[in-house]
């Protein structure tokens, strides 16, 4: 399908889902993959609520990349941080980096700087939008575009889910979108600092994340179900 194709199938079912879910946000975590999203959203003069996640631990880059997005497209983003009492008592208790320590303490700085702050996110909300591609790994191929989130109880629509790496890539080139300097140096996936690292040519796009895990354990949580499994659809047609 050509860039021209994928651009319209996206405004489509866009415009489709915020017609039926006028109380949508789209998250974005400032990769590439969400700053299409949020150049089509602006292009498009779509009115939905933008927010992100500030776990505190984020690179530079990407504090740098939200405040020239926001100049950019004069957009408000609404950030959310995780719950002080909770990042408190875990960070007495295990200390700042007790990520390295073992996958469940790494889980629970996950809940705590991510899950959390999600959860107060999507309050309110009946879909979410996201960037998710199925290309990304091997543990997002299944991925639908529309899908119902059992977690968090409300829709969950992934526009660019179809999309290669090449068209993001060739979309950032045609309409110049601010991207994470990060992407550039090695960074197909940019999580919190301590958590990411660059990847070798040709290695799977998320290895970088939680390096040092099996790699099957590589995901935060927000976006599997309540088994711990990547969403599966419900539903495989977008809005409308
Ligand atoms: S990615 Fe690392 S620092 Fe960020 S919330 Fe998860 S464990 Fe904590």
């Known amino acids: 399908m050509s860039l021209d194709r994928r651009i319209d199938a996206v ?82 208790a295990h200390g700042s980096n007790a990520f390295y320590d073992s996958l469940e303490l790494r889980k629970r700085c996950c809940a705590i700087r991510k899950l959390g702050p999600l959860r107060r996110a999507l309050q309110g909300k009946s879909l979410w939008i996201t960037g998710l591609r199925r290309a990304q790994s091997p543990a997002r191929s299944t991925t639908q575009e529309l899908a119902f989130d059992a977690g968090n109880g409300l829709m969950k629509l992934n526009p660019l889910v179809d999309w290669s790496e090449a068209e993001v890539w060739a979309y950032v080139e045609r309409h110049q979108v601010p991207v994470n300097a990060l992407h550039r ?35 935060c949580g927000l976006h599997v179900d309540t088994h711990g499994r990547l969403v599966r659809a419900h539903t495989t047609t977008t809005a409308g």
């Open 11 to 92: 405004h489509l079912c866009l415009s489709r889902a915020l017609e039926q879910h006028p109380q949508a946000a789209f998250a974005s975590s400032f990769g590439v993959e969400d700053m299409v999203i949020l150049d089509l959203i602006h292009r498009l003069d779509l009115t939905i609520e933008i927010f992100t996640l500030d776990t505190g631990r984020l690179h530079e880059e990407t504090h740098a990349l939200i405040a020239r997005a926001r100049t950019a497209y004069g957009r408000a983003v609404h950030v959310f941080h995780p719950d002080t009492e909770e990042l408190e008592t875990y960070v007495a």
């Open 185 to 219: 140096r090695g960074f197909p996936s940019i999580g919190c600092a301590p958590c990411t690292r660059a990847v070798h040519p040709g290695e799977d796009p998320r290895a970088g994340r939680w390096w040092w895990e099996q790699s099957g354990a590589r995901e």
